[in-house]
């Protein structure tokens, strides 16, 4: 699976961001995905995941409530939207796919991974 994100950008610190991915290549619909980021000088961190089916999601406690991950098996995109963010949230924001089907909040266990988009979100 190819992975290509986007929708990063600079926002005040209570708003929001929507990010995109769109997967090509091997078939998206049975991979579960998810996003990660990376804020300067730190080390990568888990953000949320969903399954093939986007029945099952989970969430870093860092921005449960705040953030939601879905996917659209028809747009073969997986979305992120970021509501009430914090400037404790900006690095740079990663897609990723497993060849399993099922959640995982470990980035090892994903193969495939997008270029990443900056979040940026001032105080």
């Known amino acids: 699976v190819q992975l290509q994100a986007s929708g990063g950008g600079l926002v005040q610190a209570g708003g929001s961001l929507r990010l995109s991915c769109v997967a090509s290549?091997?078939?998206?619909?049975?991979?579960?995905v998810g996003w990660f980021r990376q804020a300067p000088g730190k080390e990568r961190e888990f953000v949320a995941a969903?399954?093939?089916?986007?029945?099952?999601?989970y969430y870093a406690d860092s921005v449960k409530d705040r953030f939601t991950i879905s996917r659209d098996m028809t747009m073969n995109t997986l979305y992120l939207q970021m509501n009430s963010l914090k400037p404790e949230d900006t690095a740079v924001y990663y897609c990723?796919?497993?060849?399993?089907?099922?959640?995982?909040?470990?980035?090892?266990?994903?193969?495939?991974w997008g270029q990443g988009t900056l979040v940026t979100v001032s105080s």
């Open positions: 290549g091997r078939i998206f619909s049975s991979n579960a």
């Open positions: 969903i399954d093939w089916s986007g029945s099952s999601t």
């Open positions: 990723a796919a497993r060849v399993e089907p099922y959640i995982s909040d470990r980035g090892a266990d994903f193969g495939s």
